[in-house]
């Protein structure tokens, strides 16, 4: 069956302190990996798109990797305003062109 | 800036009411979805359109039905509310390159 796990649920980091997001899938066929960042009471904004495993992409204090079983996403000298709920979602060829799977997210929360 | 517009922030609705929930957006895309989204559920899906008048059941569309009469627009009907439909509903568009939600809206029934 596909799945995508998250982990952690939640994140407490002081301001500074670098750590990492993980979103671990088990998919046929994978097609692409999604990153949101999901301020409380919004909608999920984008951040990162990969497609393949070894790809990377990076904006501002964040940067996305991923692998074939799973994709971190790294957050380097956070501050309070990166504090969020991060979402993974995949899109494989085991759920149609357009539809994805979602993670159940990690709440992050930086400390000034 | 490209956009998917829902046009309730907040509704509060009665046990057995029709609701409607309206979804623009402004960026020609040919697919449209609804997900709703439950502390430790994450989002799961409850239909998805792929053109005018087309739709597909998502993995929730029980209690649920969609209209798609303009390529722009996506309605989700509650038929008969229910508490358990109490959530945040988003609405999404797509293209290739990926999804952009709308900014949700937080439905209660009571």
């Known amino acids: 069956e596909d799945q995508v796990t998250q982990s952690p649920e939640a994140l407490r980091l002081q301001e500074g302190e670098s750590s990492s997001l993980n979103c671990s899938y088990t998919?046929?066929?994978?097609?692409?990996l999604f990153w949101y960042r999901q301020d409380p009471g919004k909608g999920p904004e984008f951040l990162f798109t990969?497609?393949?495993a070894g790809e990377e992409k990076e904006k501002e204090r964040l940067k996305a990797t991923l692998t074939k079983k799973e994709s971190f996403l790294h957050i380097t000298a956070p501050k309070p305003e990166d504090s969020a709920t991060y979402l993974c979602?995949?899109?494989?060829?085991?759920?149609?062109?357009?539809?994805?799977?979602f993670g159940t997210g990690t709440r992050l929360k930086v400390l000034a | 800036d490209v956009k998917v517009t829902q046009s309730s922030r907040y509704l509060v609705k009665r046990t057995g009411e029709k609701v409607f929930l309206e979804c623009v957006q402004d960026?020609?895309?040919?697919?449209m979805f609804w997900y709703r989204q439950d502390p430790g559920l994450g989002l799961r899906l409850i239909y998805f359109?792929?053109?005018?008048?087309?739709?597909e059941k998502g993995d929730i569309p029980e209690g649920y039905s969609v209209s798609r009469e303009k390529k722009e627009r996506f309605s989700l009907i509650l038929e008969s509310a229910s508490t358990n439909q109490t959530s945040m509903y988003l609405c999404?568009?797509?293209?290739?390159?990926?999804?952009?939600f709308g900014s949700g809206t937080r439905l209660t029934v009571v």
């Open positions: 990969l497609y393949s």
């Open positions: 960026m020609d895309h040919e697919n």
């Open positions: 359109s792929y053109d005018v008048k087309m739709k």
């Open positions: 979602a995949v899109q494989a060829s085991s759920t149609g062109t357009y539809k994805y799977i």
């Open positions: 998919v046929s066929g994978l097609r692409g």
């Open positions: 999404a568009s797509s293209s290739l390159l990926g999804y952009t």
